[in-house]
Nanobody, 124 residues
């Protein structure tokens, strides 16, 4: 079992930055690949970024490529999402998720554990 708790969300002006954190419980964090998803009001949850368990493979949605950076610190059981050059369309609840597979996984059903989400609001 893995429990995930996101933090770091908030209100920021367009062009600004935020860093989201996702703290995981359990001693096997390093064996899980981690993903970030987001869900805007009235829209379906969408894939944002993913980092595999060893950090060797990183994937991004086209909409955030070049602006967002996913990273992990296995010693701290934490995965991060650094978000720069934020746009109003980045406004959403951001969720972290975990699974024990490799490769690119963009579907919600491909992840086994989810956090409760953290709100990110980008104003003009």
């Amino acid at each position: 079992q893995v429990q995930l708790v996101e933090s770091g969300g908030g209100l920021v002006q367009a062009g600004g930055s935020l860093r989201l954190s996702c703290a995981a419980s359990g001693r096997t964090f390093s064996s899980y690949s981690m993903g970030w998803f987001r869900q805007a009001p009235g829209k379906e949850r969408e894939f944002v970024a993913r980092i595999t368990w060893a950090g060797g493979n990183i994937y991004y949605a086209d909409s955030v490529k070049g602006r967002f950076t996913i990273s992990r610190d296995n010693a701290k059981n934490t995965v991060y999402l650094q978000m720069n050059s934020l746009k109003p369309e980045d406004t959403a609840v951001y969720y972290c998720a975990a699974d024990n597979r490799l490769g690119l996984r963009v579907g919600e059903s491909e992840y086994d554990y989810w956090g409760q989400g953290t709100q990110v609001t980008v104003s003009l």
